[in-house]
């Protein structure tokens, strides 16, 4: 698909991961919707970055566990930018709770966790179909973590979440074809971010240890791999796994 002229929202935006993502799309020619919870100046950040690029950009609050917030965000998105065209579901939540400590991880955290990883991206989703549909293409893209594919990350309910997201992608490809495709991009360790600033020190210390790069991943790899997803018009229900060699030994 060419990007030029398209329009993508971005959930998470306001964060280190989101900002690279919508700075890469913009890049790519989109114009670019920035969706955020509460960090405005991030969101606002992201968004003078995309419009320095030369894109029409904006910001939008959304708060993907109040489900009554999605379609009432993706109408301005469509409002704001006139079409959407690619949605990257990116924005996410987890909390360090060790994998032994069961009684820790409280049946509060567990609804969190599904409900921003897994029901919010579907929900998004869902709103934001009929306006690909309308453009006769569209593209999205989920942002899981290796946590989907191998036990592991900052809690069980965060690697299930993630693992959830995983299959929802190759639930959704084979649903949305032939004129969306829905892919995802599953990263290690993103150095830099919020995310992973709440992963247990001793756990990502093990994971830059354990990579066959010794580091954790580059969040300007992820973006780019998103891009390559949204362009590529043969490709669907993928997961690429950006992790500095850590999932595959």
């Known amino acids: 698909m060419e990007l030029k002229g398209r329009a993508a929202l971005v959930t998470g935006g306001s964060g280190s991961l989101g900002s690279a993502i919508s700075r890469a799309l913009a890049e790519a020619g989109c114009d670019v919707a920035v969706g955020y919870v509460g960090n405005r100046d991030g969101a606002a950040e992201t968004v003078g970055a995309v419009e320095k690029a030369g894109r029409k ?11 009554a917030m999605i379609e009432p965000s993706v109408e301005r998105v469509v409002r704001e930018l006139g079409r959407l065209d690619i949605l990257v579901n990116n924005a996410a939540w987890n909390i360090g709770v ?4 069961l009684d820790g991880l409280t049946t509060e955290i567990w609804d969190r966790m599904m409900a921003t990883n897994v029901r ?5 989703a869902r709103a934001a179909v009929p306006h690909m549909r309308a ?3 569209g593209r999205i893209v989920n942002i899981a973590s290796v946590s989907g594919l191998k036990p ?30 829905v892919n995802c991009v599953a990263p290690g360790l993103v150095e830099g971010t919020r995310m992973a600033l ?22 300007t790899d992820i973006a780019s791999q998103v891009v390559t997803f949204c362009r590529a018009d043969s490709v669907t229900g993928q997961v690429a796994v950006i992790d500095a060699g850590y999932f595959f030994h």
Do not use: M
């Open 152 to 181: 592991g990350g900052s809690s069980i309910a965060y690697a299930s979440s993630k693992a959830a997201l995983i299959h929802l992608t190759r639930c959704l490809a084979l649903t949305l074809a032939p004129a969306i495709t």
């Open 135 to 137: 453009q006769g293409a």
């Open 98 to 101: 060790p994998f032994p400590d």
């Open 120 to 124: 919010g991206p579907f929900e998004l």
């Open 198 to 219: 709440r992963i247990p020190v001793e756990a990502a210390d093990r994971v830059r240890r354990e990579a066959v790069l010794q580091r954790g991943s580059d969040a």
């Open 57 to 67: 950009a904006c910001r939008v609050q959304v708060d993907q566990t109040q489900p």
